[in-house]
């Protein structure tokens, strides 16, 4: 079980918050962060490791691409029995040290090897299932056609991706809407405004967002047949894609 330390990181001014990324510092209050940041998380957890269950059969393979510190991959391998297998992949050392002690394997459970790689680099083979858990975001927008090709190679007839992404909105009042709630959400779960803006300046040009239309018509463009929204809060949502 991984530790739930309290996000404080951007609790003091900082006179230019430097770039977000998943170094210690953030390794070691991700549990926490993305709780308190992403509307929804939890349910989307949960969600997927039936997903899992649903779409891999005995002896299948799922990938969790971009795994962090586990949730993903321990949901589904909740659901899979012995025969499956489930593979983490994480590009970030510190994530990946941190997740090593939680990576365990009863008889009856999914065995999940856990990569430390660049997920772009990682060969797809006979996935059932493909999650991308809030992880596209981060790739460069010129790379993520290219990157979602590759997935759905990869794909066993059948298989399904599963995309969570932050969102943006082509309509400017639903833009300020979404953000606004987001931002009182946050404010909700104990963040302050002064720690919202930081952590906003810190992800600009990291987290780059698009709208669900570009979404749905670069997974079309990738090869996939149908892609729907099954989960959104405010913001943030979570896809479908059907191969």
Known sequence: MINLNKDNLYTQPLANPSAFEFDAAVVQVFPDMIQRSVPGYQTIITAIGLLAARFTPKYGVCYDLGCSLGAVSLSMQKQLDSSCKIIAVDNSPAMIEKLKPAITSKHQQAKIELIHAD???????????????????????????????????????????????????????????????????????????????????????????????????????????SSEVWFQYFNFASMIALK
């Open 119 to 225: 997920i772009r680099d990682i060969e797809i083979h006979n996935a059932s299932v493909v999650v991308l858990n809030f992880t596209l975001q981060f790739i460069p927008i010129n790379d993520r056609l290219k990157f979602l090709q590759k997935i759905y190679q990869g794909l066993s007839a059948g298989g399904i991706l599963i995309l969570s992404e932050k969102l943006c909105f082509e309509n400017p009042q639903q833009q300020r809407l979404h953000t606004e709630m987001h931002h009182l959400f946050k404010q909700a779960q104990g963040y302050s405004a002064m720690e919202i803006s930081q952590k906003r300046s810190a992800l600009e040009n990291v987290l780059i967002p698009e709208t669900l239309f570009q979404h749905q018509q670069r997974l079309y463009t990738a090869g996939f047949n």
